[in-house]
């Protein structure tokens, strides 16, 4: 270690001891003394990298699977295909994009290249390209569309670049890590601002029989250089992948996992902020964060979860799946399940070969966001009366940045709204300041019955947002009851809503 990675360390050191659980990181080290109520609340005291905050904040994203596997009919190409049966007819990405914005989506993520290796913009890289198809002879660029889409339309703009290629022949050997960052070069530099980067963990053989090792922290480097707000998911330090493709995440969903590689120099030398290696753990078990997963950890991170899933049963566009797009009504519960639990949702909805996103898709994408819309118009707790003094106007203003919290050694709480008269409602939305940390462990919602109160429902982990759907309920006083947090706890929001008519 040299002189400077010493003095950086020492000083790390010394800020935790003179920090202690106060100290603000989306990492935290476990050191050999720490108690099990050290940890909890060192667990408390993690939050998001700027970047991660901007990213779960956005809420809904979507993933466009455009590609040679769209014109083969195929979900997962060989890299054998020739590049002239890419020939869209009518390919329009304002349309792609505009769809996904109308639908709430507030950033897209277009799959660069596939698994295929087949590349959607002109990369000098290789000619298995769209400079090699007939759409627009040969002078499209896919990548540039969507790019200028996005930015036309104000949403953010992601790239998908599969790390496997079973096209490239340079594949299988070191000089393919060269070959990748020279095609992430292109796509960091020749797009303007890129928000995510999204690596697939699928690691197959390619052209000649061989695995690649990927230099996966050199790729993250790179992206830190040249794109330093762009998150990295899946396969990357930012955001995990929830762990299924069906749309629905956890109940109890911590953003704070265990990462059993945090390493004190490369901590010391730039902090997990900036950098640059995939925790490593268990991350797709049912149960990732809880105590007794942490108090075993050698270090903590902020780790969110990002639940993929396409609105057909393929990721890539097939006519015989016209009649299998998810319904409004299926989308709707995957909101709850993805959104409602701590979780970006990512949606594929995957152009077709004209290059527009299909009509059922559309009219579905259309239902879902009016069902949306409509039940989350009115918050029926708005002006209610609290037991919280002036915090209970921050948790009704719709304002994330404001928030009520108890005295700091409190790790239970209860919230009493006289709500303003008798209102119906079957829809409850909390959410957490994650700028100060997870900490909702447990809690229970109930609401009064002449002297009895009677549970509505209960939950475990907020986190971001916690979203419960229960029968109808009439009531005019209501009350949350947090029964176990890491510490005090805080909320930004709570919401009751009543869902609209499908
Ligand atoms: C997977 C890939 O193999 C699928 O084709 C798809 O791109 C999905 C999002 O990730 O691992």
Known sequence: MNKNKLIALACTLLCNIAFGQEAKENYVLIQPGDTEKDIIAKAANVTPAPRQLRWQQLELTAFFHFG????????????????????????????????????????????AKHHDGFCLWPTATTNHS??????????????????????????????????????????????????????????????????????????????????????????????????????????????????????????????????????????ASGSQRDLVFKPQGDMTGNDLGSREKIINAKGLVWYPAETDVSIRPGWFYHAREDDKVKTPEKLLDIYYSSVGRNGVLLLN???????????????????????????????????????????????????????????????TAVIELNLKGSKTFDVLLLQENITIGQRIEKFVLEYQEGKEWKTITTGTTVGYKRLIRFDPVTASKVRLRILSSRLNPTLSEFGLYKQAAP
Request: net charge negative; hydrophobic share 35%; charged share 25%.
């Open 68 to 111: 040679i596997n769209t014109f083969t009919d195929k979900e997962w190409g060989d890299g054998t295909e020739d590049p002239v049966l890419f020939n869209p007819t009518a390919l329009d990405a304002k349309q792609w994009v505009l769809a996904a914005k109308n639908a709430g989506i507030k950033q897209v993520i277009i799959t």
């Open 130 to 267: 769209v400079a090699a198809s007939p759409w627009k002879n040969g002078e499209g660029d896919v990548v540039k569309e969507v790019a200028g889409a996005c930015r036309a339309y104000g949403i953010g703009f992601g790239i998908y670049v599969s790390p496997w290629d079973r096209n490239a022949s340079v594949y299988g050997t070191d000089a393919y890590n060269d070959f990748f960052v020279a095609q992430l070069t292109e796509l960091l530099t020749r797009y303007g601002r890129v928000d995510e980067v999204w690596f697939d963990g699928a690691n197959g053989e390619g052209p000649n029989g061989k695995k690649q090792v990927y230099d996966f922290e050199r790729w993250y480097q790179l992206i830190r250089k040249l794109q330093p707000a762009a998150t990295i998911a899946i396969m990357g330090p930012d955001v995990r992948w929830v762990g299924t493709e069906s749309g629905y995440g956890r109940e109890t969903e911590w953003s704070v996992v265990p990462a059993d590689n945090l390493d004190q120099t490369e901590i």
């Open 349 to 411: 909805i995957p152009p077709d070969k004209r290059g527009v996103i299909h009509e059922n898709d559309m009219a579905n994408l259309v239902a879902w966001k009016k069902m949306i819309s409509e039940t989350f118009a009115v918050n029926l707790a708005n002006g209610a009366g609290t037991n919280i003094g002036k915090s209970g106007k921050h948790i009704l203003d719709q304002d994330y940045d404001t928030y009520w919290t108890t005295r700091k050694k409190d790790t």
